[in-house]
Structures are given as C-alpha cells and as structure tokens.
C-alpha cells in the first residue's frame, strides 16, 4: 500500500521473494535489525512474533523500539494461541487497499504460549507505552508509541 516508503523485512528470502516487488526488501531477522537507532516513523508486525518464542519476542519488540524516532508506531497485528492445539492455525480474510486476500499463518512449536498481554507487557519492557489494544476472538492488535 505505501510502495517506496516500505522497507520489508523477513528471515527467509523465499518468503520475501513471493511478496510484490513495489517496496525495498531485505533478509533479515527481526530480532537483531541492522538499521541504525531512530531510523523509521513506523514499525509494523504482521503475524511475525507467532514464530518466535518469548525470547524472540521480547527481543524483536526491543529492537523495533530502538529504530522508531520519538513520537513513532508500533503496530502489531498477531494471535493468540495460549491454550489452543498443535499444530495452531489463524486463517484471515485481509483487505489491502480494496484487494481482499485470504491467507493462513500457522505453527508447531513448543512455546506457543502466546497471549495479548504478553506482548504487551514486552512493549512496556522496551520503553514503549500501548496506546491501542484490541482484541477479536484470538486476533488481537497493538499500537504502542515511542515515548
């Protein structure tokens, strides 16, 4: 949707090759970013932190905090999945920009412990303050704000 203006990241270059070719991308991992500190407005998690354990998330939502300039966003859009049986699957219906697309994330993991305010919580850690949380079924969305 903001073409240029999107640097996109992913661990796996497979996956960054099926995405569509109108923004920069770069393998990288989330956990260890290489962009300098202050470096973007926004931030956005996309059914990522579902693939790492607690630890992974805790460090990718720090290092999300560090590249964010003061007064910018953190958006995450992810599941939960405390309770739920293996494998776990989300299946979403997503509108982008008037395309709908339907998608699934999905895994088999240990540590799929995942809830809301767990990831919340990692957004206080990291010095972020949580300026929107919402929850639909096991979906949830959080907006927390570099102060």
Not at 36 to 58: C, I, K, N, W
Not at 62 to 88: F, H, M, N
Not at 91 to 108: F, N
Request: aromatic share 8%.
């Amino acid at each position: 949707m903001y073409g240029p203006q999107v640097v996109a990241i992913d661990i796996s270059a497979q996956e960054l090759d099926e995405a569509p070719n109108v923004c920069e991308k770069r393998v990288m991992d989330a956990r260890s970013l290489e962009f300098p500190d202050r470096s973007f407005d926004h931030v956005t998690a996309f059914y990522a932190l579902l693939y790492m354990d607690a630890e992974g998330q805790r460090r990718a939502i720090a290092q999300a905090a560090r590249v964010l300039k003061k007064g910018g966003s953190l958006c995450i859009w992810d599941t939960e999945t405390a309770g739920e049986a293996l494998p776990y699957l989300a299946e979403l219906d997503v509108d982008a920009a008037g395309e709908r697309i339907h998608v699934t994330y999905g895994i088999v993991k240990d540590d799929a412990e995942q809830t809301m305010e767990r990831i919340e919580r990692f957004c206080a850690d990291a010095g972020l303050c949580v300026a929107q949380a919402q929850r639909a079924e096991k979906q949830f969305f959080l907006r927390a704000v570099c102060v």
